[in-house]
């Protein structure tokens, strides 16, 4: 069975540390890795990642695919509290499988980042 | 431009009731999907449909009926509602199922 797990479930810091958020997964015919955003609302986008060792930045966010190690990690530098948020990993799959273009999703990182 | 929208945004109902979300998208996007999200488990895909009149299971579809006559609308029934489908329910569309999805805002719903 296809898992996305997520650690840690929840997370409290102060504004302007550095924050690192972990999602390892087993999927079959894995294609990409993406990252979402969620405040109390729709989750957005943040990141796909589809190439082991590439690094994607955007601003303070970073992540980064180990397709040999099956994780992904992301990084908040100089956290704020607008970063504060559930932050959602995602798998998808190769076209040809019976899951192609379904999502599956992990339980989610909790972000609590405090003035 | 208004993208994807979903309504009702919020909604009681009674145990038995039957309801219908709504999901509607502008973008002419063939894939679209329904997921509900509960404290614990993420989100979760109930179905999906990768065209219109093309749909399939995902990962929780017992107790929910889905349509898509027409490529923009992709309405969510549940037909004989239960405490246990209290939750958000979360429409999301892409182009080919290939990238990245993006999601409506969201229908609370809340079984009685």
């Known amino acids: 069975e296809d898992k996305v797990v997520q650690s840690p479930l929840s997370l409290v810091v102060h504004e302007g540390d550095t924050v690192t958020l972990n999602c390892s997964y087993e999927?079959?015919?894995?294609?990409?890795l993406l990252w979402y955003k969620q405040e109390k609302k729709a989750p957005t986008f943040l990141f796909m990642l589809?190439?082991?060792?590439i690094e994607k930045k955007s601003g303070r966010l970073s992540s980064i695919l180990d397709k040999k190690e099956l994780f992904s990690i992301l990084n908040i530098t100089a956290t704020q509290t607008g970063d504060s948020a559930v932050y959602l990993c995602?798998?998808?799959?190769?076209?040809?499988?019976?899951?192609?273009?379904?999502?599956?999703f992990g339980q989610g990182t909790i972000l609590t980042v405090h003035p | 431009d208004a993208g994807i929208t979903q309504s009702p945004r919020y909604k009681i109902t009674e145990t038995g009731r039957q309801v219908t979300l709504m999901c509607h998208q502008t973008?002419?996007?063939?894939?679209m999907f329904w997921y509900r999200q509960d404290l614990g488990h993420g989100l979760r895909l109930i179905y999906y449909?990768?065209?219109?009149?093309?749909?399939d299971k995902g990962e929780v579809p017992d107790g929910y009926v889905v349509s898509r006559s027409k490529t923009e609308n992709f309405p969510l029934t549940l037909e004989s509602a239960t405490r246990s489908q209290t939750s958000v329910y979360f429409c999301?569309?892409?182009?080919?199922?290939?990238?990245?999805?993006?999601f409506g805002p969201g229908t609370r719903l809340l079984v009685l």
């Open positions: 999927v079959t015919n894995f294609r990409s």
């Open positions: 973008w002419s996007h063939s894939y």
């Open positions: 589809t190439s082991s060792g």
């Open positions: 995602a798998v998808d799959r190769r076209p040809g499988g019976t899951s192609y273009g379904k999502l599956t």
């Open positions: 449909s990768a065209a219109a009149d093309i749909t």
């Open positions: 999301a569309s892409s182009w080919t199922g290939m990238e990245t999805q993006y």
